[in-house]
């Protein structure tokens, strides 16, 4: 008899809470398709630049509770 997504999730369901979240981590990384060459390097290096300005304080960040209003607001 084959296992279906329900039998499945009725076994996820089981596992302890950091285990699901592996798991489902593990499952959306599935749907992802490779990289092209040297995007993750790009990033690093773009993340760098950002938490460099961060530091510097040439940059400033938004409280979230701001965003989300200016968002509600259109």
Excluded: F, H, N, Y
């Excluded at 992802?32 to 040297?38: K, N």
């Excluded at 950002?50 to 968002?71: H, N």
């Amino acid at each position: 008899m084959a296992t279906t997504a329900a039998d499945l999730l009725e076994q996820a369901l089981e596992l302890k809470e950091e285990e699901r979240a592996e798991l489902a981590s593990l499952l959306i990384e599935s749907l992802d398709e490779p990289a092209e060459e040297g995007v993750e390097a790009a990033w690093a290096i773009e993340i760098e630049r950002r938490m460099a300005e961060l530091d510097s304080g040439s940059v400033k960040t938004i409280p979230w509770d701001e965003v989300r209003k200016k968002l509600q607001d259109g």
